[in-house]
Every structure is written in structure tokens, then in C-alpha cells.
């Protein structure tokens, strides 16, 4: 499969990128508020126009001469998608003329040698204003008027972008890549994290919790395997989820971990197991997904012989319904284990999609039947028929049985854990469906 071109859309705070990516996009993937500098991180899309495939970055809005740290780090972020990208929408609020900033950030472009597209947005009338000639003296070309509100001009500009995309040739072969979620609370080191195994500042990191409010999609290769690390928003109690901005960044830290395929959950280990991890837990269990619990910060905490069983058995106590999941004690502060990180997500992952034969799986449930007898009820006992994997990632089967309610919570239990003895599923929850005759 071909690499899909990338679009970076970026511009000054408040001049309505992240309407227009959404536009695009057909989703509300971006955070949209009037508040200026909601969009903090990069945030990546797949789109289509036409026959045309491309992924989309939507940036925090770029103030060259900010002294505010998350201000300059933003522009740090929109750097690093404009080096990324194959080619760049500049959106401007045409509903005046240009500014310094939008002068400072066409200079950031021409520098770049990136295919620019300027885009006058806000532009709900189709005529053009009476500055509409300033934006020449910018150096991008003509400028292309468009209403993301009231999407006009959206086509037009489309096909202007994919005509910039390079040729096939240019774009390389991109194999199947690992998508790992980075979850927990908020401040729990997930984006220092990141930022350590790709060895670049990539995701804004601040000892200002929530600063990450985005999920956001980082591309890697290590030992020839392609991974996505995917940053998201620190999950806060609800307590706690006030702000709307707080609210989306909770829908989408869900929505990352669904579309991921493995989760790094992310514990304190100065702070400890709280009731907050085991709720960011649940979210990657009750999805399905591959996990690794990661207890972060490792470096700060007193040790002595007993330390490490004694944090993995708590680990254990705390989180009885994921006790498939593997626990890494590392510290991005020192690049302790980092790597270690990656060697477990492609481990877990090949165990997520394992597949097993019907014939030797029905010899496994067979066999523990007969170690453990079936339950009953009433005078009815339960029959397994017979079962059959239909599906991976995670892992499921089908139990063919005479009732369904006789195959309780506790033998299902009891069912995978003489799976798990005979085949290598850590890292992977198991789930059954049980149907009986005639469904």
C-alpha cells in the first residue's frame, strides 16, 4: 500500500482551521471553541477527495513571537507538520487583512519550499473584499476565498490540493503498522513518554496537567516494525469534567483507544493505583484491545528487594479482570525499559491476533469438562456442543450450548483460563459468545 499524502493545515489562532479540517475530515475530530489556542497538538485524519487518499494534520495555531511556553511549543508543533507534510493549506481570516503573525508564518512557509495553498476563510459571501489584493503581498499565489461554516468553496479547494500531491513514486510502501494508545490520568507522563522512544519533541510536554487534549497520531519504525504511537488527553474523574473542551477530550481518548491496537495503561508509581486507573482500564478491556500495564516514573520511588513483586502483585489485586495484562516498570525521565516498551507492543499484539484450530480447541474444552463438570440448574445441565473462534483482536469464541443461561460468569471464567494454559494469549483479553441451539 502506498504512503498516503499529507495536507497540514495551519495559520494563527482563532481563524478557523480546525472547522475547516472537521469539514474535511466529516467527523468533529478537531476541538472546536472560540477560545483561542484550543487546538494545542497536531491531530491527524484519513480523508478522501475524488480517488485521492490523504491524511490530514490540523495544528495548534501558530503565534511566531510567543513567549507563553504552550504558546511556543504550539509553534514548535506546527513546525514539525509543515516539515511532515507533502503540502500546506495557510488559512487566514479573510474577513480583514493580513497581520504581522500572518507575515511571520508565510515567511516560516516560503522558508519551508512546501506547496502552500492560501485560503481566505470566513469568506460566507463569494465576493471578494476589498483587501482581498493585500494577501498577494504574502508570496503564497492567489488566494482561494472559502466558508467552512457554510462550506463553500470546499470542492474547489480540494482539487487544488490534490493536484500538488507528488507522484506515486514518491510516496513509499507502508506496511501494516502497530497503533499503540498511550492512556491514563492526566500527568502521568504519557506524552514525556512518547516524546523519549521517538527521541524528538513531538507532543507538548508541561508539568501543566491537561495539556495534551488531543489524541494525537505519531508514526515510528524500530527493528523494521512500523508502530503509530497515539498520545491522548489525560482521563480526569467527572467530578472533575466540566469544561466541553475536558467532555471531547474524553470521547476522543475513547475513540483512540477503539481504533488502536494496543494500550499502554499508564500508572504513577510515586502516586500509586487509583480509582482513576482502574476506570482508564476498563475503557481498554471492555474495547477489546491488547494492554500493558506501564508504571512510569519508576526512577522516583525507594526500592529495596521486595519492591518489584510487591508493586506487580498490588497491580494484580487492583485490576482482578485484567490479570492476562503484562506489567513494565519504566521511567521516560531516565529512558529506563523505553525500549522494552515497543519489544512488549508487538509481543502482545501477535498473542491479540492468535487464531486457533476449531478441532483442537473443541480437544481443549473437551478436556476441561471433563476436569471440571459442567453447571446446572433445576435439574438442567449445560451442554457445550461445541465451540469455534470467530474471531481475533481480540481473540473471540463462539460456544454452541443447549442454554445459554446455564454458562455462567465463573465457568466462562474457568473456560479461559485452560485456554490461556494452553496457548499464549498475555496481553489479550478473551471474549465468548454463547449461543443457544437455533440462534
Known amino acids: 500500500m502506498l504512503r498516503k499524502p499529507i495536507v497540514a493545515v495551519v495559520g494563527r489562532p482563532n481563524v478557523g482551521k480546525s472547522t475547516f479540517f472537521n469539514r474535511i475530515a466529516g467527523a468533529r475530530i478537531s476541538i472546536v471553541e472560540d ?22 494534520i490540523d495544528t495548534g495555531g501558530i503565534e511566531p513571537q510567543a513567549k507563553d511556553i504552550i504558546m511556543s511549543q504550539m509553534r514548535d508543533q506546527a513546525q514539525i507538520a509543515i516539515d511532515t507534510a507533502d503540502v500546506i493549506v495557510f488559512v487566514c481570516d479573510g474577513k480583514s487583512t ?16 512546501k506547496p502552500v495553498l492560501l485560503v481566505l476563510n470566513k ?10 489584493y493585500d494577501y498577494y503581498t504574502l508570496g503564497l499565489g492567489e488566494p482561494i476565498m472559502i ?15 490534490v493536484k500538488l500531491f507528488p507522484d506515486t513514486d514518491a510516496l513509499e510502501e507502508e506496511e501494516d503498522a502497530i497503533r499503540i494508545c498511550f492512556i491514563g490520568k492526566p500527568n502521568v507522563g504519557k506524552s514525556s513518554m512518547v516524546n523519549k522512544i521517538i527521541g524528538e519533541n513531538r507532543v507538548i510536554v508541561s508539568e501543566i496537567a491537561g495539556t495534551t487534549r488531543d489524541a494525537i497520531d505519531t508514526p515510528f519504525t524500530y527493528k523494521d516494525q512500523k508502530y503509530v504511537l497515539v498520545d491522548t488527553a489525560g482521563l480526569r474523574r467527572q467530578s472533575k469534567v466540566n469544561e466541553n473542551i475536558e467532555k471531547y477530550s474524553v470521547l476522543r481518548t475513547i475513540t483512540a483507544i477503539e481504533r488502536s491496537d494496543v494500550c499502554f495503561i499508564m500508572i504513577d508509581a510515586a502516586e500509586g493505583i487509583t480509582e482513576q486507573d ?7 478491556h471492555d474495547a477489546g484491545r491488547a494492554s500493558v500495564f506501564v508504571v512510569n516514573k519508576w526512577d522516583l520511588l525507594e526500592k529495596d528487594n521486595d519492591t518489584f513483586n510487591e508493586y506487580k502483585k498490588r497491580i494484580k489485586e487492583e485490576f482482578p479482570f485484567m490479570m492476562y495484562a503484562p506489567v513494565v516498570f ?16 508487538l509481543y502482545v499484539s501477535n498473542n491479540h491476533a492468535l487464531r486457533i484450530s476449531t478441532g483442537v480447541l473443541n480437544d481443549i474444552i473437551n478436556e476441561a469438562i471433563a476436569l471440571n463438570q459442567v453447571p446446572s440448574d433445576k435439574g438442567k445441565r449445560l451442554k457445550i456442543y461445541y465451540a469455534t473462534q470467530i474471531e481475533v483482536k481480540p481473540p473471540t469464541f463462539a460456544l454452541f450450548v443447549n ?32 449461543k443457544a441451539r437455533g440462534e
Open 278 to 284: 482502574k476506570k482508564v482500564a476498563g475503557f481498554a
Open 123 to 132: 469568506m460566507d459571501q463569494y465576493k471578494q473584499p476589498d483587501h482581498f
Open 330 to 345: 519504566v521511567s521516560a525521565l531516565t529512558g529506563q525499559r523505553v525500549t522494552q516498551l515497543l519489544e512488549q507492543a
Open 147 to 161: 466558508s467552512s461554516v457554510n462550506a463553500l468553496g470546499l470542492g474547489d479547494l480540494l482539487d487544488e490540493i
Open 35 to 56: 477560545t483561542p489556542g484550543v487546538t494545542r497538538d497536531r491531530v491527524y485524519a484519513d480523508c478522501e477527495w475524488l480517488t485521492h487518499k490523504f491524511a490530514m
Open 98 to 113: 493580513y497581520t504581522t503573525a500572518d507575515e511571520e508564518i508565510a515567511q516560516m512557509l516560503r522558508v519551508s519550499k
Open 403 to 434: 442454554i445459554a443461561d446455564l454458562a455462567h460468569f465463573s465457568y466462562l471464567r474457568y473456560l479461559e483460563n485452560q485456554i490461556r494454559k494452553n496457548f499464549n494469549y498475555e496481553g489479550s483479553p478473551i471474549v465468548f459468545k454463547v
